[in-house]
């Protein structure tokens, strides 16, 4: 079996290498001192990551996206790696489980989110629902063609400057009386929707986490 990198895999770590060296690694003495990444900073570097051709790398080519497998985008991941989370984030967007986007859903939520006119957060983990998310209290209700959410989330990745969010929510329960689980997309301006202050960690410096509470 051949183990031994392309030449296309090379050129592929070196420009992210670059791009960490040029982009990413300037920016961790003001992380390390504020312990914040302003928006305008973000928006920054997300153009530079466009024009590098790193973000959405893992996307789709039929949709714009960079179409990297997945042994190329670990290359990626792993030198991106080098930069602080907050920063390295920033081009590892967005959420490969927008790839299973429908109809209409995909020139709203994943072509939107592949060009970076929008920005996906995700949540699943709760209170009492982290490891074991089949414990998670959030639930969607249908209602007509509706679907009507009530819960909390916590530990959201960077939901306050993110315009929706992947959320995993129970609608129902199986015949051994366990969650069943789905999956929505849901607009964070929309009514009912309430993004937090979340908490302070003791690492990833700059990376900021939300609570979000659903209200009908």
Partial sequence: MEFNLSEEHNLLIDTTKSFVKAELLQHEELLEKTN????????EIKKKSIKAGLYACNMPTEHGGGGLNAFDLTLVEKHLGFASLALAEIAWRPQNILMACKGELIDEYLKPAITGERKDCIAMTEPGAGSD?????????KDDSDWIINGTKHFISNAHISDFVVLFASTGEDDKGRNLLSCFLVDLKQKGVEVAKGYDCVSHRGYVNNILHFND
Wanted: no cysteine; glycine share 6%.
């Fill in 36 to 43: 914040n990444l302003p928006k305008e900073l973000y928006d």
């Fill in 133 to 141: 998310l089949r414990g998670m209290k959030t639930k969607a209700v």
